[in-house]
């Protein structure tokens, strides 16, 4: 069986949700654009918990180690890609 | 007692460090000024409005003698107001605080807070100082790494309420029969309390504490009145809690002048004084809302936006979610021209507040109703 590989938009969407970033559009979070930090989302720290958490729910991908996270959560590509290399088929 | 990097697997060396930016970094600092009494000024170098205050501040007015600690709150009128600490109030509550959990024994501490704080010191660093054992910490913890870590024997572990709702939410098939938790800056729901307990068997004790009065009282689990510590006499004064205890602070900077602390220390909280030892918080006298373990007033919010251009009136009102880890949500109403954008909106809260994120929900096209006295009491869509 065939992996269903989610799009950047799947991502957002749920990020949105989730994060309960109601007033952010999808178009306004660029693919590229980092999601922590002054220059980019302007998530936090508790943000990256609840990120995990909607990530390991939503798509079963575990990210076990926080380590590892500057580089998975640098934007919604990374995070996308992450994603869809780490999911079961 | 030894600090290890649990990033960097290794143990570190208690040391002095100049400008320390990573948690470890900050640990290593204050324990070197706590263990060697050299007065320290603990404060979080993400929040620029808060930087900006302390560079305006001459040396001599922040350094006091006699103090071992100035720590900052996050002010809840735009200011923040510096609180002054002696190692005296540190190490007589740290001996409170054990004393409460002295039913079990632990090798080492695992902190997940920032050592910027009076949590993460008081508590984070002095207590295993105390306890002389190692404290274990990282710059960033997932739930699934703590729970590898409170699995082991003998741990305590130093955290927030986010965590503990997220160890609710993996409910990994663990337990932490033989470690415990000590959670702060926010209230834990009971319910929450109960599922973890259950899940893990494991024990939490929240910790009622603010700044200026260091711990005032504690509960167990699913308990819902707060017994005081040892030591803290409790009153109330309109309802609201009056402290008094060797941990109060005896000095506080407010807005660049030293004031002192005569006790009784009238906190802002709305209580219910059960007996000479125990009481029950029933709400808070101000519209705080809490982020990141810090109080922020709506009030002051509310003055950030309307010094904004083209901004009338605002009228902020929160909203609780308990499914979320920032479980509060602040509705904003506009009353506005042009209209407040949220994009804008998050660029000036992190002017202010820093690598917070702060949840938010903006209402355009609205009327902020007053009262005959001018005080905002409501809004309706135009």
Redesign the interface.
């Known amino acids: 069986m065939e992996k269903h590989l989610i799009t950047t938009t799947d991502l957002k969407t749920k990020i949105i949700d989730g994060?309960?970033?109601?007033?952010?559009g999808i178009n306004?979070i660029e693919d590229d654009m980092p999601l922590f930090?002054?220059d980019g989302l302007?998530?936090?720290?508790?943000?990256?918990?609840?990120l995990?958490?909607i990530i390991?729910k939503e798509f079963g991908v575990?990210?076990?180690?926080?380590?590892e996270?500057e580089n998975i959560f640098a934007s919604s590509n990374s995070l996308v890609s992450y994603i869809n290399e780490n999911q079961a088929n | 007692m030894k600090i290890y990097d649990m990033?960097e697997k290794c143990y570190v060396d208690i040391a002095k460090v100049e400008n320390p930016t990573t948690k470890v970094e900050q640990l290593s600092d204050a324990l070197y000024c706590f263990e060697n009494n050299i007065f320290d000024v603990i404060y979080d170098k993400s929040q620029p409005a808060l930087v900006k205050y302390i560079n305006s501040l001459d040396e001599n007015i922040l350094k006091q003698d006699g103090f071992q600690f100035l720590y900052f709150t996050s002010g809840t009128t735009g200011l923040p107001t510096g609180v002054y600490k002696t190692k005296e109030n540190s190490v007589k509550q740290a001996e409170a605080l054990l004393k409460t959990i002295a039913d079990m024994k632990f090798n080492r501490v695992v902190t997940t807070v920032p050592f910027v704080h009076i949590y993460g010191i008081d508590i984070g660093a002095v207590v295993p100082h105390l306890l002389d054992v190692d404290v274990w910490t990282?710059?960033?913890?997932?739930?699934?790494?703590l729970a590898i870590e409170a699995a082991k024997e003998g741990t305590l572990v130093v955290t927030t309420p986010?965590?503990i709702k997220?160890l609710n939410?993996?409910k990994k098939d663990v337990k932490f029969s033989n470690s415990m938790f000590l959670t702060s800056t926010a209230p834990l729901p009971l319910e929450d309390g109960k599922e973890f307990r259950e899940n893990y068997d494991c024990s939490v004790s929240q910790l009622f504490a603010s700044t200026e009065t260091g711990m005032m009282g504690h509960k167990r689990d699913d308990e819902q009145i707060l017994t005081a510590y040892d030591g803290v006499s409790i009153g109330e004064s309109d309802n609201m809690l009056m402290v008094s205890s060797p941990f109060v602070t005896k000095k506080v900077l407010n807005k660049g002048i030293i004031e002192d602390i005569i006790p009784p220390f009238q906190t802002e909280d709305i209580v219910e004084i059960l007996s000479e030892h125990e009481f029950q918080l029933l709400g808070r006298s101000s519209n705080l809302v809490k982020v990141?373990g810090k109080r922020i007033s709506t009030l002051q919010i509310e003055n950030i936006i309307e010094a904004m251009d083209g901004i009338d009136a605002v009228l902020i009102k929160i909203r609780k979610?308990e499914r979320?880890?920032?479980d509060e949500?602040l509705e904003i109403y506009v009353e506005s021209k042009k209209g407040l954008d949220?994009?804008v909106l998050?660029a000036v809260l992190?002017k202010h507040f820093g690598?917070?994120?702060i949840?938010?929900?903006?209402h355009n096209g609205m009327e902020i109703t007053r009262s005959s006295v001018g005080k905002k009491i409501g809004f309706k869509e135009l």
Do not use: Q, Y
């Open positions: 994060l309960g970033l109601e007033d952010i306004e930090g002054d302007g998530l936090d720290s508790v943000d990256a918990i609840e995990t958490l390991e575990k990210i076990k180690d926080m380590g996270s | 990033d990282k710059e960033n913890f997932l739930p699934e790494e986010v965590f997220a939410r993996i990141a979610d979320a880890l920032k949500i949220a994009k998050r992190k690598s917070m994120n949840a938010f929900k903006i």
